[in-house]
């Protein structure tokens, strides 16, 4: 059974720092490049950060310098750590995984990242 988990939401402070963790299993982790998305209340969902299967990794310029966003083949996981965070940045955050060249694109249930004094 495929299944990605997404966890380390929570509520935190404006300058403070989180780390997102995405589980996956069911899938050849290491073939899939992974991203984090991200959908605040009424806005579309958007991208954040991605890491290709063999370790590029982008970033939206609104979280560049703050985020990064990496994976650990050996656990199937991909992880997004958060640094000075501030109110823009919450959100509920999603992991995807997807397989190029085909079009499969598989998706968690996302984690809710509050920032707030």
């Known amino acids: 059974q495929v299944q990605l988990v997404e966890s380390g939401g929570g509520l935190v402070q404006p300058g403070g720092s989180l780390r997102l963790s995405c589980s996956t299993s069911g899938i050849i982790f290491r073939i899939y490049d992974m991203g984090w998305y991200r959908q605040a209340p009424g806005k579309q969902r958007e991208l954040v950060a991605t890491?290709?299967?063999?370790?590029?990794?982008m970033y939206a310029d609104s979280v560049k310098g703050r985020f990064t966003i990496s994976r650990d083949n050996a656990k199937n996981t991909v992880s997004l750590q958060m640094n000075s965070l501030q109110p823009d940045d919450t959100a509920v955050y999603y992991c995807?995984?997807?397989?190029?060249?085909?079009?499969?694109?598989?998706w968690g249930q996302g984690t809710q990242v509050t920032v707030s004094s």
């Open positions: 995807k995984a997807g397989l190029q060249p085909t079009k499969i694109e598989l």
């Open positions: 890491i290709t299967s063999v370790g590029s990794t």
